[in-house]
């Protein structure tokens, strides 16, 4: 069973700064890339950045410059900075993993966490 546990939501407001984890448990294959992404209340899930393991990392437009996304494959640990907020990135954040699958003929496998809310307020 894997499992990706989140941390690091919570209360912030217009300017604040918060920082999300997530970290990996459980068998899973190679690493390929990490990633989150957000879903406001009565929207659709949307990426907010991505890194690859080459450490190869894209932003949405709406965030850039703003938030930094990191990893450490070996912790298998993916980390969202997020700077200068506004209330508009308000939402469920979730992780989400991509690995290869655990034999040769498996398919990538993809796996989320069950979200972290962020509130920024004006």
């Known amino acids: 069973q894997v499992h990706l546990a989140e941390s690091g939501g919570g209360l912030a407001q217009d300017g604040d700064s918060l920082r999300l984890s997530c970290v990996a448990s459980?068998?899973?294959?190679?690493?390929?890339?990490m990633a989150w992404y957000r879903q406001a209340r009565g929207g659709q899930r949307e990426l907010v950045a991505s890194?690859?393991?080459?450490?190869?990392?894209r932003y949405a437009d709406s965030v850039k410059r703003r938030f930094t996304i990191s990893r450490d494959i070996a912790k298998r640990m993916v980390t969202l900075q997020m700077a200068n907020l506004e209330p508009a990135d308000t939402g469920a954040y979730y992780c989400?993993?991509?690995?290869?699958?655990?034999?040769?003929?498996?398919?990538?496998?993809?796996?989320w966490g069950q979200g972290t809310q962020v509130t920024v307020s004006s």
């Open positions: 989400n993993l991509r690995t290869t699958g655990l034999s040769a003929s498996d398919q990538v496998q993809t796996y």
């Open positions: 890194i690859t393991n080459a450490g190869l990392a």
């Open positions: 459980g068998t899973i294959g190679r690493i390929l890339a």
